[in-house]
Every structure is written in C-alpha cells, then in structure tokens.
C-alpha cells in the first residue's frame, strides 16, 4: 500500500489497517515503551497512547512530501512516549526535584565496588529493569542520548529544560543505572543460587 492509500485508510479510521501497522511495528514501538517507563504498565499504556499519537500526526503531516510509515515511527513514537512521561506531572515534576545533600551523596564514582561492568554482557531484563528504576527525568534524558543518540543541545529543546540540567540528569542517570545494575544483578545472581 503506498503512502497516499494509507493515510486515506488512516483518515477512515480503517480498524483493520491500524491493527496491521501495530503488529508489524509492535516490537519497535513496545522496546521503546519498555525503556522510557517505570514498568510494564506503565508501558502499555504508553504504547498505545504514542501508537495513536503517531497515527495522527502522520495522518496530519504537513512536509512537501510524506515519509513512509516506518521512517516516519520511530522519531514521532519517542516524542510521544516523551510527551506520555511528561503528562504525568505528579511523577514526573517531584521525582526530578530530588538533590543530593550531602557529601556523601555527591559521590558520583560509577565503579564503587570497584568491579567494572560490561554493559554488554548484562541480561536484557536486568539492563531494563534497571533503566525503569531511574527517576523519569534521569531515564528520559538517557534513553534519549546513550541508546537513541541525540545530542544534549536537542534533548534540552525536547524536554524545555537547560542543557545544563539535561547533562545533570544524564550524570546522574550514569550513576544511578551503575547502582540499580549492581543491585539488580546480586538480586539475579541470589535467586539463581536458591
């Protein structure tokens, strides 16, 4: 189906097309759901809140000439799922106030246990449960540079924030993803042993 015909089955509402495009872009969509929420829940509800976003916006393009679908999904389904954590103020807004005030909560040294992890030899469900862990702003900011790879100066204009702020959260994202994957791993690693 070209590009035209689909945003006209689109602009239909056609029900059958729409679930179409969700099963062939359902592993795409439901990884990103995954890392940018604090659990399974809380990305079910995203994925369909960004699916449908996406849909419109792409039904609603308004460029010389319209991308396919696939090339248009990713980019428009992360602004969603930013759009998504962002709404939820009460998480959002009070979970990233939070400072360190003391010094001994300055510490930012990633390798405190003095065993350096390999981030590639980590188990998927330990790395996302560990990213879920982060506070929303810490998680968006690193989803958004360290695994999509925008830059700073881009993330600050996505998230209205400072670019200063942007790599605070990002440090601090650094530091708790080391923590949380510590003690996700020892939780892993005692379960096995039982």
């Known amino acids: 189906m070209d590009t035209r ?4 089955a689109l602009t239909k509402n056609d029900l059958k097309i ?11 969509m439901s990884s990103i759901a995954l890392r940018f929420s604090k659990n399974e829940e809380q990305a079910k509800q995203l994925l369909i809140d960004a699916f449908d976003k ?16 696939a090339e248009f999904l990713r980019a428009e389904f992360i602004t ?15 979970a990233s106030t939070v400072l360190a005030t003391s010094e001994r909560d300055k510490n930012f040294n990633l390798f405190e246990s003095g065993e350096i992890i390999d981030h590639n030899a980590i188990e ?3 790395l996302v449960k560990s990213i879920q862990e982060l506070v929303p702003s810490q998680r ?8 999509d790879g925008f ?6 204009e996505m998230l209205e ?13 650094r530091f708790n993803l080391q923590k949380n994957i510590e003690k996700n791993n020892r939780t892993v690693k005692h379960e096995q042993t039982l």
């Open 80 to 94: 969603g799922a930013i759009n998504f954590i962002k709404s939820i103020r009460s998480e959002y807004y009070v």
């Open 124 to 126: 998927t469900p330990v």
């Open 161 to 173: 924030a400072s670019e200063q702020t942007v790599k605070s959260n990002l440090e601090k994202a």
């Open 54 to 69: 996406t849909l419109n916006a792409y039904v609603n393009y308004k460029g010389k000439e319209v991308p396919e679908f």
């Open 5 to 8: 015909d689909l945003i006209a």
């Open 140 to 147: 968006l900011v690193f989803n958004l540079h360290v695994i």
């Open 151 to 156: 830059e700073l100066i881009t993330i600050s």
């Open 18 to 28: 729409k679930r179409d495009l969700f099963e062939q872009h359902y592993e795409l």
